[in-house]
């Protein structure tokens, strides 16, 4: 039952970050993906039976293995194609959690009945069910309003993050859209596609203006931009050379709203040939 759950939670998760805008549900379950179910799945794999781990144990290994795994998942993405963006995580928290509860399940199914872990709910079931006093019950009632107005806290400060320090991010990106493998080797008169990058972390909306300066002289130029607080864009600057050299500075300037001067800057050292 315990696998059902998590599989079933798990598919569930999808609808509602694609489809349906509940955002305390969605943070909710997004913190089960991320931080107990992928240590959980892997645990019910190697220790299907019983006596090897109680639940307390379980429950703790299960969030430590999480932290770890995520970050190592993490890594693999960013050397594939599909980056660390929202699909690929999701796609591959999710399908890491049903191929190892599917696991699971073969395990435990290799395992006797009486030696299987499973989740026993008659002890609480029992727990619910036995007389109390008024006061353990308003007690009670105190500490699960207690818990849900601190987690109602955290999910209203996670949507609503204090304003720090205005910014915003301007980077350059390789030929695949990554942080690596960028066009080095220019001809003279001919244009060169760079992938440029902006988030807007302002507060407010902003207008950008892109501009490219090889060896000092203006050889490109992408924008206006519009984008609001917290919106981003990535797209391509065309860089034609003027002349021949080797290692000329290419410089990317971002110019925010009206400002005559660069707002960011970012560059590279290229060679340009004669074609």
Same mark, same amino acid.
């Given at each position: 039952?315990?696998? $059902?759950?998590?599989?079933?939670?798990?598919? /569930?998760? /999808?609808?509602? $970050?694609?489809?349906?805008?509940?955002?305390?549900?969605?943070? *909710? /379950?997004?913190?089960?993906?991320?931080?107990?179910?992928?240590?959980?799945?892997?645990?019910?794999?190697?220790?299907?039976?019983?006596?090897?781990?109680?639940?307390?144990?379980?429950?703790?290994?299960?969030?430590?293995?999480? /932290?770890?795994?995520?970050?190592?998942?993490?890594?693999?993405? #960013?050397? +594939?194609?599909?980056?660390? !963006?929202?699909?690929?995580?999701?796609?591959?928290?999710?399908?890491?959690?049903?191929?190892?509860?599917?696991?699971?399940?073969?395990? !435990?199914?290799?395992?006797?009945?009486?030696? !299987?872990?499973?989740? !026993?709910?008659?002890?609480?079931?029992?727990?619910?069910?036995?007389?109390?006093?008024?006061?353990?019950?308003?007690?009670?009632?105190?500490?699960?309003?207690?818990?849900?107005?601190?987690?109602?806290?955290?999910?209203?400060? $996670? @949507?609503?993050?204090?304003?720090?320090?205005?910014?915003?991010?301007?980077? %350059?990106?390789?030929?695949?859209? @990554?942080? =690596?493998?960028?066009?080095?080797?220019? @001809?003279?008169?001919?244009? @060169?596609?760079? #992938?440029?990058?902006?988030? #807007?972390?302002?507060?407010?909306?902003?207008?950008?203006? %892109?501009?490219?300066?090889?060896?000092? $002289?203006?050889?490109?130029?992408?924008?206006?931009? +519009?984008?609001?607080?917290?919106?981003?864009?990535?797209?391509? %600057?065309?860089?034609?050379? *003027?002349?021949?050299?080797?290692? =000329?500075?290419?410089?990317?300037?971002?110019?925010?709203?009206?400002?005559?001067?660069?707002?960011?800057?970012?560059?590279?050292?290229?060679?340009?040939?004669?074609?």
């Amino acid at each position: 039952m315990d696998l $059902i759950v998590i599989v079933a939670l798990t598919a /569930l998760l /999808l609808p509602l $970050i694609y489809a349906v805008p509940l955002e305390p549900v969605r943070i *909710a /379950l997004g913190l089960l993906l991320v931080l107990f179910f992928p240590g959980y799945v892997l645990l019910a794999t190697l220790f299907p039976r019983r006596e090897s781990l109680d639940g307390i144990e379980r429950v703790a290994l299960s969030l430590g293995l999480s /932290l770890a795994l995520v970050p190592l998942l993490g890594l693999v993405l #960013n050397f +594939t194609p599909w980056g660390i !963006r929202l699909t690929p995580i999701v796609t591959v928290l999710s399908l890491w959690t049903a191929a190892f509860a599917a696991l699971a399940w073969g395990q !435990r199914r290799r395992v006797a009945p009486e030696e !299987r872990f499973e989740v !026993r709910w008659q002890p609480v079931a029992a727990w619910a069910r036995k007389p109390r006093r008024p006061l353990e019950v308003m007690l009670g009632l105190f500490l699960v309003a207690a818990v849900m107005a601190v987690a109602g806290v955290i999910a209203w400060r $996670i @949507q609503r993050p204090t304003l720090g320090e205005s910014f915003t991010e301007f980077y %350059i990106l390789g030929e695949e859209w @990554q942080l =690596q493998d960028y066009p080095t080797l220019l @001809q003279v008169g001919q244009s @060169q596609e760079y #992938n440029v990058g902006i988030v #807007n972390h302002e507060g407010e909306t902003a207008t950008y203006t %892109i501009r490219s300066l090889l060896g000092g $002289i203006h050889s490109g130029s992408a924008g206006p931009l +519009t984008l609001k607080d917290g919106d981003k864009w990535e797209g391509q %600057i065309s860089v034609t050379p *003027a002349s021949a050299g080797e290692q =000329q500075k290419l410089e990317l300037r971002l110019y925010r709203d009206t400002g005559s001067e660069a707002y960011r800057s970012v560059h590279l050292f290229v060679d340009v040939k004669v074609p």
